[in-house]
């Protein structure tokens, strides 16, 4: 039997962290629980965890400290766990390093599937070496063809701008992964392109006629409110 994955839950509300472990033992993890920011930092370097699930309310520090220590020294994925409604924490974890958020409430095979496509991503070490060989990238009827610098509907090229296209293959890189506004407008418009969310806005309007059936409601690059936009990833 190969080892299993460890996944460390660091989380303060009881009913919660037992309803992730019931979850996530049942589907053959091997599930460690800190409740503390302090005990976390001891499991993380003692324990060797294959994945970190972080509610950022912890009783003696905030999770984001957490995420920045960890990322000193290592690339381990993170999946924040967040009851906040304010967007701001979800995007300050991302651009901190975290990996996935999964806001409260959820259901297990919501975090499931969480968990494995972060594990799957930090395996191939973040962009996809998958697609940077194949030099495509696939998923339903869209193609990114990055040899070609095109992008093809059910064999159609949708003919996108130079911008356009820069924005769909860098989502294409990171595909499943939501990619913050922040780190799209500073990749394709460069540093000090803050406040420009409006100029991204109208280049994924534009996308979206293009490559969505019905662009009010996507099929392949999906919003994240107030933190970014994420490309479908192929099942
Ligand atoms: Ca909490």
């Not at 924040?80 to 409430?105: H, N, W």
Request: glycine fraction near 8%; hydrophobic fraction near 40%.
């Amino acid at each position: 039997m190969p080892p299993k994955d460890r996944i460390l839950i660091v989380e303060d509300e009881n009913s919660i962290s037992h309803f992730m472990s019931m979850a996530l033992t049942s589907n053959d993890y091997d599930v460690i629980v800190a409740r503390t920011g302090a005990e976390a930092n001891g499991m993380i370097t003692s324990q060797c965890p294959d994945l970190i699930l972080l509610d950022l309310g912890l009783p003696d520090m905030d999770g984001l400290s957490i995420i920045k220590t960890v990322r000193e020294w290592s690339q381990l994925p993170i999946v924040v766990v967040s009851a906040r409604m304010y967007e701001r924490d979800k995007v300050t974890a991302l651009d901190m390093g975290a990996d996935d958020y999964i806001t409260k409430p959820f259901g297990p095979s919501e975090l499931l599937a969480r968990i494995r496509a972060a594990i799957r991503r930090a395996r191939i070490n973040g962009a996809r070496p998958d697609v940077v060989l194949m030099g495509k990238y696939q998923v339903a009827d869209l193609v990114i063809d990055y040899d070609k610098h095109q992008v093809s509907v059910s064999g159609v090229n949708v003919r996108l701008t130079q911008n356009e296209y820069k924005i769909v293959s860098l989502l294409g890189r990171y595909a499943g992964k939501v990619i913050t506004y922040d780190y799209i407008l500073k990749e394709i418009w460069g540093p000090g392109s803050k406040g420009g969310n409006q100029i991204l806005r109208v280049n994924m309007a534009n996308i979206r006629r293009k490559i969505e059936k019905k662009p009010a409601e996507p099929e392949y690059i999906f919003t994240e409110a107030g933190v970014g936009y994420r490309l479908r990833e192929e099942e």
